[in-house]
């Protein structure tokens, strides 16, 4: 099959589940719940439907059972936008993407305070990067003195 038919078929399911997850899913076990991204087989019969869900680990496998119950509403709602001969069967998948990119911010951010950094500017070099530049001054040689005429 095609990839670029594969890349829209893709693009809808995700835009159907995250339609149907923000504005009609009424399970209260379903919150704070990001749809990232959608992946679809070759074949159009399966697709995993990647979310990120903010919260703690236990809100997390609570959302992720309460969105495993409503795959069928979901495949439902799918159903009627796609014109296929296959409705895919919809799996959640908990994307660790967006959590990992968090913790290197906060890592990298735990690296700047230690070294002193103000976010935006370098950190001043210690003594050994000073001597190791040759001991130049950052200003620069100095210019000519004025002499009086």
Known sequence: MKSHRLARVAE????????????ELK?????????????V???????KVFVSVMGSEKDQKLTLHGLQSAAGFVQAKL??????????HVTFVLDEGVKKSLEIARLIREEQARRGEVA???AVPDNDEVADSGGADPAGPPGPTEQPD
């Open 12 to 23: 809808v399911v995700r835009e159907v589940a995250a339609e149907a997850i923000l504005f």
């Open 27 to 39: 399970d209260p076990r379903v919150k704070n719940v990001t749809v990232t991204r959608a992946e």
């Open 41 to 47: 087989s070759g074949d159009l019969q399966h697709a």
């Open 79 to 88: 159903a009627k936008r796609l014109t296929t001969r296959y409705v895919p």
């Open 120 to 122: 935006g500017e370098p």
